[in-house]
C-alpha cells in the first residue's frame, strides 16, 4: 500500500512539473507575444506622427513652390497608404512611397532657398527629422523584441507549447530595396 501511495505522489508530482512548465511556457509567450504587438503599435505611432506633421510642411512648401502640384499629390496618397495600412508588409509598402514622396518634396525644398530661412518650415523640418528618428529606434526596439520572441519559440520545450498553442513567428522590419541604393544629391 506505501509502495502504491509512493507511485500515486510520484506521478501527481511529474503530472505537476509538467503542467506548471506547461502554464510558465504559454505565460512566457504570451507575455512576449504581447510585447511584440506593442512594439508594433509604438511603430504605428511614429509613422502616424509622421503622417499628421507631414500636411503642414506641405502647406508651408506651397506657399513657395503652388506649381509643384504632382508632389503634393503623391505625397497626399502615400498618406492615405500609410493611414490604411494595417500588416508589417503593408506598412514598409507605404512607407517607401511615403519617403520616395518625401524626398521628392525635399528636393522641390533645395530649388527654394527662401522656403529653408522659414522660422515655420525649419520648425517643421526639425520635427520631422526628430520623428524619423523616433521610428528608427521604434524600429529596432520592435526588432528586437520580434528576436527575442521568435527565439523563444524556436527553444525546446517551449518549441512544443508554440506549435500546439498557434504561436507563430513574427517578421522583422528590414530595409527596402530602394533604401539599398546611395540617393544622389545635386545642389546645382
Do not use: C, W
Not at 8 to 21: E, K, Q
Request: proline share 3%.
Amino acid at each position: 500500500m506505501k509502495k502504491g501511495l509512493i507511485i500515486v505522489i510520484a506521478i501527481v508530482a511529474v503530472i505537476a512539473i509538467l503542467g506548471g512548465s506547461l502554464v510558465s511556457s504559454y505565460n512566457g509567450l504570451v507575455e512576449k507575444q504581447a510585447n511584440v504587438e506593442n512594439a508594433d503599435a509604438q511603430i504605428q505611432v511614429q509613422l502616424q506622427r509622421r503622417a499628421d506633421l507631414i500636411p503642414n510642411l506641405v502647406n508651408t512648401v506651397k506657399g513657395y513652390a503652388a506649381h509643384e502640384e504632382g508632389v503634393y499629390t503623391a505625397l497626399a496618397e502615400a498618406r492615405t497608404m500609410l493611414k490604411s495600412a494595417s500588416t508589417p508588409e503593408e506598412y514598409t509598402d507605404a512607407n517607401a512611397s511615403f519617403e520616395s514622396a518625401l524626398s521628392r518634396l525635399l528636393v522641390v525644398v533645395e530649388n527654394y532657398p527662401e522656403l529653408n530661412a522659414d522660422a515655420n518650415f525649419i520648425a517643421l523640418q526639425d520635427q520631422l527629422e526628430g520623428t524619423e528618428n523616433r521610428i528608427s529606434v521604434a524600429r529596432k526596439d520592435y526588432n528586437d523584441i520580434a528576436t527575442e520572441y521568435n527565439t523563444l519559440i524556436k527553444k525546446f520545450p517551449t518549441v512544443i507549447f508554440a506549435g500546439m498553442l498557434g504561436f507563430e513567428k513574427v517578421d522583422l522590419f528590414e530595409a527596402t530595396e530602394e533604401s539599398q541604393t546611395v540617393p544622389t544629391v545635386d545642389f546645382e
